[in-house]
């Protein structure tokens, strides 16, 4: 499997899921509790809802850089310091839809095969913490770059469940709904 074909499908499809809770979440609540949502966080170290979006899209950012040996935009470090920022300025749900958005938009402005290197060319990854990885273009994809991003995925997803927005697994997957075989339906 090429690495565009692991990727750039995964985030598409999940960053449209996670645009849909969003909008679930809007309709489900007055305007100043799902406001509110942003600053939400499952545990006090952790970062807020608001925060997890933006990561979410810095690892589609950083990915497609990354594997294309570019160097990072200005854009993925204002992206991230908004992420880490985002406690004392969580911003609006239509700051969190625009950032979906643009990596969106970076995704579909793909080639084909614009992700699609050797597998093993190597790649160094260097930690906010100063600790490096030393890593295959394979490795970082499949190990680090959907990692990571599904990490901040479920973290909002947690987020929001966790303050009563009504989803559910069907939200979840409902990227996955086409592949149901209609026999195997059943109504409850």
């Known amino acids: 499997m090429s690495l565009t074909t692991l990727l750039v ?12 809770w969003l909008e679930k979440a809007q309709r489900q609540m007055p305007e100043d509790q799902a406001q ?3 600053s939400a966080r499952l545990a006090p170290d952790m970062f807020p809802l608001s925060t997890q979006i933006r990561f979410a899209c810095v690892q589609v950012h950083e990915a497609v850089c990354r594997l294309r040996g570019e160097a ?5 470090r204002e992206l991230r310091d908004e992420g880490v920022d985002a406690g004392e300025r969580p911003g609006s749900f ?13 995704l579909e402005g793909l080639d084909p095969d614009g992700l699609d ?23 970082y994809a499949r190990d680090w770059a959907l990692s990571q991003f599904y990490f901040h995925l479920m ?16 939200d979840y997957i409902a990227h996955m709904f ?11």
């Open 9 to 20: 499908p995964t985030f598409t499809q999940m960053l449209g899921t996670l645009s849909g």
């Open 36 to 38: 509110a949502l942003l």
């Open 72 to 76: 990072f935009p200005e854009s993925i």
């Open 94 to 106: 239509a700051d969190a839809q625009t950032r979906i958005e643009d990596a969106m938009a970076l």
């Open 117 to 139: 290197v050797n597998a093993d060319k190597p790649l160094v990854h260097e930690l906010p913490n100063g600790m490096i990885l030393d890593l295959t273009a394979e490795q």
């Open 155 to 170: 973290t909002a997803y947690s987020i929001l469940r966790s303050e009563k927005v009504e989803l559910g697994k069907a």
């Open 178 to 188: 086409p592949c149901i075989r209609p026999e195997t339906i059943h109504q409850r």
